[in-house]
């Protein structure tokens, strides 16, 4: 028997291997006829067969003796499997197409061995993308200035590292999703690249390079908020994250410190759902006493707002809220913050911003260099409205209603402060300080003026801290969060200035 050696690049896809094996077929060359190599790879076990220099040619020297037909299931299948890894691939496929011709109906039978690890060979594949897709992580690279020049667009550079020969099939997932943006993944089974129009690919093996955007530390102080200690599965994680994958994602560092502490904070966190809200029954109290609407007229201080807000009743969120979450400040800050509503961990605190969106806040006014404490803090909305899913509390919007029933809150808060610069986080705080007429999407980053004269106030709409964590790390997120850390230093600017 004639033997032929036929050689491919270890990353080769499905069209050389289909213009060989269609060339074998229809010479009726048999699996065991032919040596499939990987260019470079590891040599024929007993070192026996002969190359005759070019497999293939030596292979189309020899007559067709038939033509040969493929199903499109079939090729599918093969397309599918051969971006695999496993050296046995190519041998492999060739087998099935061989196979196929005598029985067109193999592809369907789950038991044939040959067909079972085609198809574990797909499943491993396409895990190998969904990896991709979850575990990339984006870093900001600067744009070299040019003069004249404006409106560069945004670069960015990844590492990975895939199991599988996935580069080119999953390139227009990243292309559609980061389309506003030129990136370069980089691997060491190549690359690719999208500059807004093309993608290009290159089998050139990377090396990994140094990546830092300066927002690491951001990062991780998100991650560390939401990391939820009564929901650590270490052994599901490193599951789904392998060495591979664990080694280059940023958060990984964290996770064996936040472990170390989950179990005192979850029994932190039991001992908090065991402790009685006094608030929540105070109100209950007073229920029966109090209007249904807000009381407003005999309130001259914060402290005396404070007490009247937490006893209203003017819409179903107090009833099951625990208690009513009221501003904190200064009352002559020059500047307030105005938040959606209080999230779970506010609820329970009766405090604003204590939360997640709220330490994401902190750090972001931090390294804007503005005091927290020189801000008045509140939000549109005083009760917590969530849904309950299990034993979770799960944050929904409080719509229309709720936050017409509490703008006269609101704006008592406003009378008694005087902010002159007042920032509304989101569209719920932008609804309620102006009206349904301005979109979130247009004015987010934008400040404008409202009144004149003394009455003159300045406005700042930036979006929540809430809905940057939801963004989480993609290229979206990062550039939101860095507009709005841009937006904050405008409240250090105005704090510095004299006379505002
Ligand atoms: Fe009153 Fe506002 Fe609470 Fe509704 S959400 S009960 S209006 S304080």
Redesign the pocket.
């Known amino acids: 028997m004639t033997r032929y050696v036929l050689t491919l690049e270890d990353n080769a896809d499905f069209e050389p291997w289909r213009e060989m094996a269609r060339a074998a077929l229809q010479r009726a060359v048999l699996p065991e006829a032919l040596d499939w190599r990987i260019r470079g790879g590891e040599t024929d076990l007993f070192g026996q067969i002969t190359d005759n220099g070019d497999g293939l040619e030596a292979l189309t020297a020899v007559p067709v003796v038939k033509t040969v037909t493929l199903r499109a299931s079939c090729l599918a299948l093969l397309r599918d499997m051969l971006c695999h890894s496993d050296p046995a691939r190519f041998a492999l496929a060739y087998r099935i197409a061989w196979r196929v011709q005598g029985n067109p109906h193999l592809p369907e039978v789950a038991t044939d061995a040959d067909i079972a690890r085609a198809r574990q060979m797909v499943r491993q594949n396409r895990q190998d993308c969904h990896k991709m897709m979850a575990f990339v992580r984006f870093r900001e690279q600067p744009v070299p200035q040019r003069e004249g020049q404006g409106g560069e667009r945004r670069r960015f550079l990844a590492w990975f590292e895939p199991q599988h020969h996935i580069l080119e099939r999953i390139a227009p997932f990243f292309a559609k999703r980061f389309t506003d943006m030129d990136w370069i993944i980089l691997t060491p089974r190549g690359s690719i690249c999208w500059d807004g129009k093309d993608l290009a690919y290159s089998s050139e093996p990377c090396e990994q390079p140094e990546l830092d955007d300066g927002f690491g530390e951001l990062w991780d102080t998100y991650y560390a908020s939401t990391f939820n200690p009564a929901r650590v599965r270490t052994k599901a994680m490193r599951r789904e994250m392998p060495g591979r994958y664990w080694k280059n994602l940023p958060e990984t560092r964290l996770i064996p410190q936040l472990v170390a502490g989950a179990e005192v904070r979850v029994r932190t966190m039991a001992e908090q759902e065991l402790q009685p809200a006094p608030a929540f029954h105070e109100r209950l109290r007073s229920r029966e006493q109090l209007p249904a609407e807000?009381m407003l007229d005999t309130t001259e201080t914060l402290e005396g707002l404070a007490a009247q807000?937490r006893t209203?009743?003017?819409?179903p969120?107090?009833c099951s809220a625990t208690q009513?979450v009221v501003g904190e400040g200064p009352a002559d800050a020059r500047i307030m913050v105005v938040g959606e509503q209080p999230g779970d961990q506010e609820d329970l605190a009766g405090r604003p911003f204590v939360g997640p969106a709220g330490q994401l806040l902190h750090k972001a006014l931090g390294e804007a260099g503005v005091d927290r404490g020189a801000l008045y803090l509140t939000n549109a909305?005083?009760?917590f409205r969530f849904r309950l899913q299990g034993r979770r509390r799960i944050h929904q919007s409080p719509d229309v209603g709720?936050v017409a029933?509490?703008r006269p809150?609101l704006e008592q808060e406003i009378a008694l402060v005087r902010p002159k610069l007042i920032v509304s986080l989101g569209a719920t705080a932008l609804r309620a300080l102006d009206g349904p007429g301005m979109a979130m999407a247009d004015v987010r980053g934008t400040s404008w003026t409202v009144g004149t004269g003394e009455n003159a106030v300045r406005r700042l709409a930036l979006a929540h801290p809430s809905w940057l964590l939801r963004l989480g790390e993609g290229a979206q997120g990062n550039a939101e969060r860095r507009n709005f850390s841009k937006g904050l230093t405008r409240l250090r600017e105005f704090l510095d200035q004299p006379g505002t």
Do not use: D
């Open positions: 807000p807000i209203c009743t003017a819409c969120l107090h009513a909305v005083k009760h709720h029933a509490c809150w």
